[in-house]
């Protein structure tokens, strides 16, 4: 099976998580933590800051590790580093999806997520 390990952004303001809505792709329309492939020669951390600075025209700030998920989809096995993250500042452009939302505690489970990406979620809403 095909292997795949990408890097995700849990953006954190105060109480609320920042959540991305798919644009393109078999799961369009599903909800996900910025992010994406880390590439020959990055770290963890540099490929975060490259495809936050390519998906959303931000810069922010890396904190630790939350959770490396491991997930197998139909047709490949996903391994996720999920790193706690600050905006360096609010401006914020959608280059690649359609929509985005600021999520918090009571409204963390409203939008359909990845299942790869739920599979943090309830590490997050501790904290929230």
């Known amino acids: 099976m095909k292997h795949i390990e990408v890097v995700a952004a849990v953006i954190r303001r105060g109480n609320e998580i920042f959540a991305t809505q798919r644009g393109y792709g078999e799961f369009k329309d599903w909800w996900e933590f910025p992010g994406g492939k880390m590439e020959a020669g ?10 936050i600075k390519e998906e959303l025209d931000a810069e922010i700030n890396v904190g630790s590790l939350l959770n490396t998920v491991e997930w197998d989809y139909p047709t490949f096995h996903l391994t996720m580093h999920c790193f706690w993250c600050e905006l360096c500042s609010e401006a914020l452009h959608l280059n690649e999806h359609e929509a985005a939302a600021w999520l918090n505690k009571d409204s963390l489970f409203s939008v359909k997520w990845l299942p790869a990406d739920e599979g943090i979620l309830r590490e997050i809403e501790k904290v929230l």
Do not use: M
């Open 42 to 51: 990055e770290s963890p951390q540099q490929a975060l800051k490259r495809e």
